[in-house]
């Protein structure tokens, strides 16, 4: 059974410092891995994807991979109170990008 | 992106009975999703909604309590049957786009079992 694993948090940052979430998987073979942020209420939204190792970068959010650690990171610039959610990660059951197992989540709170 | 719809919103029910939830997308996708979403945890997978043949279920979920029909490319339903408390969640469609290769999630629909 392939497992994702998050600290729930909550992680509490000043506003405009950088928030860092982390994620590991179980799966060796997983290829894709997706970042999604729900805010309370709401149904979780795309923030980011990856499937190659290194940095990859989208306005304030930078994603980190690296599949010989099995992790994947968020990494949040310049951190707003808005960003405060929960930060999901997901990986594809079947290894390709649809079916997706997630993480418990990583709560973020950024006080101003 | 896709637009995605979901009737009801939220609803509260008795015990014993059933509920059927709808899903509505703007485009035509082969790859439609059933989450649920218990209180504070993550997201599990039901099911996947096959057009046009039986529903896939993930362990631990199955048909004849969570029947899914799926009668076209942008329709789905998920009825929850014979409910207890335990199935107080947030119930979430998805589609799989394949030209941005990413999910897309509906708004969800919030049920409480009395």
């Known amino acids: 059974q392939k497992e994702v694993e998050q600290n729930s948090g909550p992680l509490s940052v000043p506003e405009g410092a950088i928030a860092s979430l982390n994620c590991t998987y179980s799966d060796r073979g997983s290829q894709s891995f997706f970042w999604y942020r729900q805010y309370s209420g709401k149904s979780p939204e795309l923030i980011m994807f990856i499937y190659s190792n290194g940095d990859k970068e989208d306005g304030r959010f930078t994603a980190q991979l690296n599949k010989a650690s099995q992790y994947v990171s968020l990494l949040i610039r310049d951190s707003q109170p808005s960003d405060s959610a929960t930060y999901l990660c997901?990986?594809?059951?079947?290894?390709?990008?649809?079916?997706?197992?997630f993480g418990a989540g990583t709560r973020l709170a950024v006080h101003p | 992106s896709a637009v995605i719809s979901q009737k009801p919103s939220r609803d509260i029910c008795q015990r014993g009975t059933s509920l059927t939830i709808q899903c509505q997308v703007d485009s035509q996708v082969t790859m439609m999703f059933w989450y649920r979403q218990q209180p504070g945890q993550s997201l599990t997978l039901i099911a996947t909604a096959n057009q046009g043949s039986e529903a896939t279920y993930e362990s631990g979920f199955v048909i004849d309590k969570f029947p899914i029909s799926r009668p076209n490319l942008t329709f789905s339903t998920l009825t929850v049957s014979n409910m207890s408390p335990e199935d107080s969640s947030i119930y979430l469609c998805s589609v799989f786009l394949s030209s941005t290769d990413t999910q897309y999630f509906g708004p969800g629909t919030r049920l409480t079992v009395l």
């Open positions: 997901a990986v594809p059951l079947s290894g390709g990008y649809n079916k997706l197992i």
